[in-house]
């Protein structure tokens, strides 16, 4: 842990005024340190303060991992400070300068957005090792404590870099999770294309391609050139990209598939409260309660699993304090919205009702074929529950053709495996 002790008694302002400063100073106020204040452009409040204001400071700290450099121009640089810039907590503006003077080269980066992300890249990147492919992870920066972070901080056998280095990393290929996300990685990859490095898009999860269910036009995986996609089932939403894509799996299934099936001496329900990403978010409290009333009609016990990224406060609730996967090895049965977790969950071989009572449009997994059940009002999820629990041991049989469509399953060869063989066809 960092000392923060030369900051004691000191004229401390933190830039900009969001939800990341704010956690820093109930941080630093936990450590005895006083913050003095705010600087930001566009809020507007008693403890913030334009850029511009003439005013003294001994230090400003900048916790920002997108405009650290645009906030910067506007202090003194002796002064400045930048908070979470991978691999420093808290570094001078001057040092970290220096820090991205350094030059590097990797064969592959790898440019994840989550803990699942990390995960499936992380034994892409222990494959291509095998094949004498060096690769690092891209640290996009954030949250010192989000689900990203304990990825990496779970995978510390693959390099990481900062973005902020990468004008001075040479590449050959970036392979990203996601390549439409807003904020950094669809201008990144677009960039990427530009410069000629290789571009390839790992879907790494059951995917709503048409943005069925989606506000906005995300797009999935149109901006890269080339996509390794799960199954069959995926190609046909990426006709244009025919003659640039691989099937090969989902690399975090392939040991799980394998896995000895254990079932509790008594059944439990493992609710999945996945609401994310303004996708029916709204719904969320209704859908829980339905589950949970079908839950005590047949008076059955149940444990919620959350997604890193559900904003649901189900503190009142009988949340799993235990991995996801750890979650669903210790319960009998999965309910669910549509996730990845159904693919999961039937590879661990535990059965999934599908509860779709707010009318999601997405159409892959509306086709189970014998893997899974379907319930569309509160009386069908009654009746699934007690007919996917009679025949739970078969799950996992059951679901064989439906998991071969979805993600390769029964591919003898791990998908991270043939995933960096494509990346070395790539690269030569």
């Not at 990147?125 to 891209?138: K, P, Q, R, V």
Request: charged share 25%; with cysteine.
């Amino acid at each position: 842990m960092l000392n923060f002790d030369f900051l004691v008694n000191k004229v401390i302002y933190l830039a900009p005024y969001n939800e990341l400063t704010l956690c820093l100073k109930d941080r630093l106020f936990d450590q005895g340190i006083i913050v003095n204040g705010f600087f930001d452009r566009d809020k507007n409040s008693s403890d913030v303060l334009p850029y511009e204001t003439e005013i003294h400071y001994d230090v400003v700290i900048i916790n920002s991992p997108n405009y650290w450099c645009e906030i910067a121009r506007n202090f003194n640089p002796t002064k400045l400070f930048l908070y979470n810039k991978f691999p420093y907590e808290l570094i001078g503006l001057e040092d970290y300068r220096k820090y991205l003077l350094k030059e590097a080269a990797f064969d592959v980066l790898l440019l994840p957005l989550n803990k699942s992300n990390v995960i499936d890249l992380a034994l892409v990147s222990a494959e291509l090792d095998s094949d004498g492919i060096t690769s690092a992870f891209i640290d996009i920066g954030g949250d010192l404590h989000s689900n990203l972070n304990q990825g990496f901080a779970e995978n510390p056998q693959v390099p990481r870099i900062s973005r902020d280095l990468l004008p001075h990393i040479a590449r050959k290929a970036t392979l990203t999770s996601a390549d439409w996300q807003e904020s950094f990685v669809n201008e990144f990859i677009k960039q990427e294309r530009r410069q000629g490095v290789i571009t390839i898009g790992i879907v790494d999860g059951i995917e709503d391609f048409q943005d069925s269910d989606y506000i906005n036009r995300r797009s999935a995986y149109q901006t890269v050139e080339h996509v390794f996609v799960m199954g069959q089932d995926d190609v046909r939403f990426l006709g244009n990209k025919l003659h640039k894509l691989k099937v090969i799996g989902l690399p975090k299934l392939f040991t799980l598939y394998r896995e000895p099936i254990h079932f509790p001496s008594e059944d439990v329900v493992v609710i999945n409260v996945n609401f994310t990403y303004g996708s029916f978010e709204e719904q969320r409290s209704a859908w829980l309660q339905q589950v949970i009333a079908a839950c005590d009609t047949l008076q059955l016990k149940y444990v919620i699993t959350q997604h890193h990224a559900d904003n649901g406060n189900l503190e009142n609730y009988n949340v799993s304090t235990k991995t996801m996967y750890d979650t669903i090895r210790q319960g009998s049965i999965i309910v669910s919205r549509f996730s990845t977790i159904v693919l999961e969950s039937l590879t661990l071989g535990k059965p999934v009702v599908y509860f779709n009572p707010h009318n999601e449009k997405v159409s892959l997994y509306k086709e189970p074929l014998g893997a899974f059940s379907i319930a569309e009002t509160a009386a069908e999820l009654i009746d699934k529950l007690c007919y996917e629990l009679k025949f739970k041991r078969t799950t996992r049989e059951r679901a064989q053709i439906f998991l071969d469509k979805k993600c390769n399953i029964s591919c003898n060869v791990p998908p991270a495996k043939l995933a960096a063989k494509e990346i070395v066809k790539l690269l030569k």
